[in-house]
């Protein structure tokens, strides 16, 4: 989207325009309901139950075949909107005959087997179409994005503009994390600071710190109290490790800064000296600025005024009292320049699954937390509400600690998305865009797999995972002896010639498959909407809480999982 119709459709969600939210999600939730179905397909029972007949509108299915891969690619092209509001939610509904009202299912509701004849029934193997064409169902789809429903705050709205131009040199990220962890860092950090400055706060925790990059950062760069917790007593140990040598490096940068500006402070008759008196070779520069980068025994740690990173190992619930473990490992800062030292913001970067809720729940149950700055992940791996986990083994109980729906809005309805539909809303339309990734071999690869083993053993097995083999399988022949191994099925008596001819018998499905693909994919935003609207609604139904933000925090390519919520409690005191 372009920069002015994305400043024409920003807007602070605020608790006074619940209603603002609540439209949004009813939006989204009405178009996306038709779709479930196909947002739940498994893409490795595409051949097994037939689903591109299954769920693919015929007059779409044939668009899709006309089209190049590079079309497909461009069908995911995230600035390019250009229908109608109107056109794309009053209904239009498709038959295979061109009728209104289009029903989509198997004659059957089930598939025989092309070996075996064994009959497989499927109650989710049937959906209604609502959209005309590929291009309609595609407008509609992208008009359902959250950046498309005037809902997206500004970091403008939401921080005291006197803060708004501080930031560190961000050397120190860049140098020892990947693009995609030192732009997430880079870019929280700056608003966790932001948001701390504006509301006088000088503690923070972090909800599961992982390695403790963003913790480290917050205490070296910008001077806070944090105290990182994770479950994992590994990456604790580890995040422990790391910021000591972080902060070892983070003073060899220091130094080096130091004696740069001591030579930019040299007098004019210093800087005009002969070419070949300063000509220093590239191998011989890269020499001092490693000999700089790592003085830490010229500049003393002591040096650095940072306050303290504590990481803890722990798992929290909103029973945790945060306001005891903020006076057990931090303590109170008496130097503190803000009067409320036992007050916090509570930041997640990428907080798994359930962990995003838990942490929301945490928050307005907890009354030093102030503000909240929370970028969720892992969908997949939510809890939902309404739907019976399907990896329950025989008498297990479903765990109660539900991440999905939050909202009394969704509780009320007994929503749910299902878990295909979760890891649909994990996958990046940006990126599949913009890096054309094309996962068709694996995907046909497994999907001949499947209907091989079913053949071999009368089963569908939901623990038949054989991970990401393919990349390492130079052939469809070494994949499956791979995969059946894997699986401890070497014992199935089966000829090189019997597994190229399922190769060869389903070959031509793999162009579907990869349109299939994609053509899921163009729902994943509108799946991963809302989650987000969800735990906006939740928060705003909250009496503490005065003000919810949702924002575009990263880059959708660099960090597909880029949507902020921001939150700040009422009567957040002043020094």
Same mark, same amino acid.
């Given at each position: @989207?372009? &920069?002015?119709?994305?400043?024409?459709?920003?807007?602070?969600?605020?608790?006074?325009?619940?209603? +603002?939210?609540?439209?949004?999600?009813?939006?989204?939730?009405?178009?996306?309901?038709?779709?479930?179905?196909? %947002?739940?397909? /498994?893409?490795?029972?595409?051949?097994?139950?037939?689903?591109?007949?299954?769920?693919?509108?015929?007059? +779409?299915?044939?668009?899709?075949?006309?089209?190049? $891969?590079?079309?497909?690619?461009?069908?995911?092209?995230?600035?390019?909107?250009?229908?109608?509001?109107?056109?794309?939610?009053?209904?239009?509904?498709?038959? #295979?005959?061109? @009728?209104?009202?289009?029903?989509?299912?198997?004659?059957?509701?089930?598939?025989?087997?092309?070996?075996?004849?064994?009959?497989?029934?499927?109650?989710?193997? *049937? !959906?209604?179409? /609502? /959209?005309?064409?590929?291009?309609?169902?595609?407008?509609?789809?992208?008009? /359902?994005?959250?950046? $498309?429903?005037?809902?997206?705050?500004?970091?403008?709205?939401?921080?005291?503009?006197?803060?708004?131009?501080?930031?560190?040199?961000?050397?120190?990220?860049?140098?020892?994390?990947?693009?995609?962890?030192?732009?997430?860092?880079?870019? @929280?950090?700056?608003?966790?600071?932001?948001? #701390?400055?504006?509301?006088?706060?000088?503690?923070?925790?972090?909800?599961?710190?992982?390695?403790?990059?963003?913790?480290?950062?917050?205490?070296?760069?910008?001077?806070?109290?944090?105290?990182? +917790?994770?479950?994992?007593?590994?990456?604790?140990?580890?995040?422990? =490790?790391?910021?000591?040598?972080?902060?070892?490096?983070?003073?060899?940068?220091?130094?080096? %800064?130091?004696?740069?500006?001591?030579?930019?402070?040299?007098?004019?008759? $210093?800087?005009?000296?002969?070419?070949?008196?300063?000509?220093?070779?590239?191998?011989?520069?890269?020499?001092?600025?490693?000999?700089?980068?790592?003085? *830490?025994?010229?500049?003393?740690?002591?040096?650095?005024?940072?306050?303290?990173?504590?990481?803890?190992?722990?798992?929290?619930?909103?029973?945790?009292?945060? =306001?005891?473990?903020?006076?057990? $490992?931090?303590?109170?800062?008496?130097?503190?320049?803000?009067? &409320?030292?036992?007050?916090?913001?509570?930041?997640?970067?990428?907080?798994?699954? &359930?962990? %995003?809720?838990?942490?929301?729940?945490?928050?307005?149950?907890?009354?030093?937390?102030?503000?909240?700055?929370?970028?969720?992940?892992?969908?997949?791996?939510?809890?939902?509400?309404?739907?019976?986990?399907?990896?329950?083994?025989?008498?297990?109980?479903?765990?109660?600690?539900?991440?999905?729906?939050?909202?009394?809005?969704?509780?009320?309805?007994?929503?749910?998305?299902?878990?295909?539909?979760? !890891?649909? #809303?994990?996958?990046?339309?940006?990126?599949?865009?913009?890096?054309?990734?094309?996962? *068709?071999?694996?995907?046909?690869?497994?999907?001949?797999?499947?209907?091989?083993?079913?053949?071999?053993?009368?089963?569908?097995?939901?623990?038949?995972?054989?991970?990401?083999?393919?990349?390492?399988?130079?052939?469809?022949? =070494?994949?499956?002896?791979?995969?059946?191994?894997?699986?401890?099925?070497?014992?199935?008596?089966?000829?090189?010639?019997?597994?190229?001819?399922?190769?060869?018998?389903?070959?031509?499905?793999?162009?579907?498959?990869?349109?299939?693909?994609?053509?899921? %994919?163009?729902?994943?935003?509108?799946?991963?909407?809302?989650?987000?609207?969800?735990?906006?609604?939740?928060?705003?139904?909250?009496?503490?809480?005065?003000?919810?933000?949702?924002?575009?925090?990263?880059?959708?390519?660099?960090?597909?999982?880029?949507?902020?919520?921001? #939150?700040?409690?009422?009567?957040?005191?002043?020094?």
């Amino acid at each position: @989207m372009d &920069n002015k119709h994305r400043d024409h459709v920003q807007a602070p969600i605020r608790q006074d325009n619940y209603t +603002i939210v609540e439209n949004a999600l009813r939006k989204v939730i009405d178009f996306l309901k038709p779709y479930l179905p196909l %947002a739940n397909a /498994h893409n490795t029972d595409f051949i097994l139950w037939g689903l591109w007949n299954v769920y693919v509108n015929p007059h +779409i299915a044939s668009e899709l075949l006309t089209l190049s $891969h590079k079309d497909i690619y461009t069908l995911l092209n995230p600035n390019h909107v250009n229908v109608e509001s109107e056109d794309l939610t009053s209904g239009h509904h498709l038959h #295979a005959d061109g @009728m209104n009202g289009s029903h989509i299912h198997s004659e059957t509701s089930s598939h025989t087997n092309v070996k075996s004849g064994v009959k497989l029934s499927n109650e989710t193997l *049937s !959906m209604t179409w /609502h /959209h005309k064409t590929l291009a309609v169902f595609r407008m509609a789809c992208q008009h /359902h994005h959250l950046d $498309h429903l005037g809902v997206l705050s500004d970091v403008s709205n939401i921080i005291d503009e006197r803060f708004s131009k501080e930031s560190q040199d961000v050397t120190f990220v860049r140098r020892f994390m990947s693009e995609k962890k030192s732009h997430e860092v880079e870019v @929280m950090s700056d608003l966790c600071h932001q948001l #701390a400055k504006t509301f006088f706060l000088s503690n923070v925790i972090d909800i599961g710190s992982g390695k403790g990059y963003l913790s480290a950062y917050l205490s070296l760069g910008y001077k806070y109290n944090v105290l990182g +917790i994770d479950a994992c007593q590994k990456n604790t140990r580890g995040a422990d =490790d790391r910021n000591r040598k972080l902060t070892k490096q983070w003073c060899g940068i220091v130094h080096h %800064a130091e004696q740069q500006q001591k030579v930019f402070e040299q007098d004019d008759t $210093h800087r005009y000296t002969r070419r070949e008196d300063v000509k220093i070779t590239s191998k011989k520069k890269m020499r001092q600025e490693k000999k700089a980068q790592n003085t *830490s025994d010229v500049c003393d740690v002591s040096m650095i005024k940072s306050k303290s990173y504590v990481p803890l190992t722990m798992f929290i619930n909103s029973s945790t009292d945060l =306001d005891e473990l903020i006076s057990t $490992h931090i303590g109170l800062d008496q130097n503190s320049e803000f009067s &409320n030292r036992k007050q916090c913001m509570l930041a997640g970067l990428h907080t798994c699954g &359930n962990l %995003a809720s838990n942490m929301l729940k945490i928050f307005q149950s907890q009354s030093c937390c102030k503000v909240l700055c929370n970028v969720g992940c892992c969908y997949h791996h939510l809890q939902e509400e309404f739907i019976k986990n399907p990896f329950l083994q025989n008498d297990e109980q479903d765990s109660k600690d539900d991440g999905f729906p939050m909202s009394h809005y969704l509780k009320d309805e007994k929503f749910c998305l299902g878990r295909n539909a979760r !890891m649909l #809303a994990c996958q990046s339309a940006d990126r599949l865009f913009t890096n054309e990734q094309d996962q *068709s071999l694996s995907l046909h690869w497994r999907a001949v797999l499947q209907i091989l083993l079913y053949d071999v053993t009368g089963e569908q097995r939901k623990n038949w995972n054989v991970g990401r083999i393919a990349s390492r399988c130079h052939s469809f022949l =070494d994949y499956v002896r791979k995969a059946l191994s894997k699986l401890g099925l070497e014992h199935i008596e089966l000829s090189d010639d019997d597994i190229l001819q399922y190769e060869m018998r389903h070959a031509e499905q793999q162009f579907k498959m990869f349109a299939f693909y994609h053509l899921r %994919a163009l729902l994943a935003p509108c799946i991963e909407g809302v989650i987000m609207l969800d735990r906006c609604l939740y928060l705003l139904e909250q009496e503490a809480i005065a003000k919810v933000h949702l924002m575009k925090l990263f880059d959708p390519v660099v960090s597909p999982r880029c949507y902020a919520i921001v #939150a700040v409690k009422e009567a957040v005191d002043s020094p």
